[in-house]
């Protein structure tokens, strides 16, 4: 079993910024993703970013390409951190972070292959 503790999110402004964090722990498999996906009330969960294990391999959703930053902690590869700057309403959601087995730049967005995933934490950006 992973489990995935995430901190972080609350209410902030258009156009701020605010970093989520998203810790790992248990039994990690080696070369194991770390994704991120965000939720709005009647809609279906959406890819954020995704980054491997190592570090060096990142994907983004185009909403947020430019705005978002995904990285590993670099004393603790086993935390994760996102870090959104430019927010704006629409990327108010409930945002989780959740584990995959391995990367992978072609499906990072598919949500069914993360087997493990955080409480999530909402993040609201006023207006």
């Known amino acids: 079993q992973v489990q995935l503790a995430q901190s972080g999110g609350g209410l902030v402004q258009e156009g701020t910024s605010m970093r989520l964090s998203c810790a790992a722990s248990?039994?990690?498999?080696?070369?194991?993703?770390i994704g991120w996906f965000r939720q709005t009330p009647g809609q279906e969960r959406e890819f954020v970013a995704a980054?491997?294990?190592?570090?060096?391999?990142?994907?983004y959703a185009d909403s947020v390409k430019g705005r978002f930053t995904i990285s590993r902690d670099r004393e603790n590869k086993n935390t994760v951190y996102l870090q959104m700057n430019s927010l704006k309403p629409e990327d108010t959601a409930l945002y989780y972070c959740a584990s995959r087995p391995w990367y992978s730049d072609n499906y990072n967005y598919r949500e069914s292959d993360y087997n493990y995933w955080g409480q999530g934490t909402q993040v609201t950006v006023s207006s």
């Open positions: 980054i491997s294990s190592g570090g060096r391999s990142k994907t």
């Open positions: 248990g039994r990690i498999v080696p070369g194991s993703a």
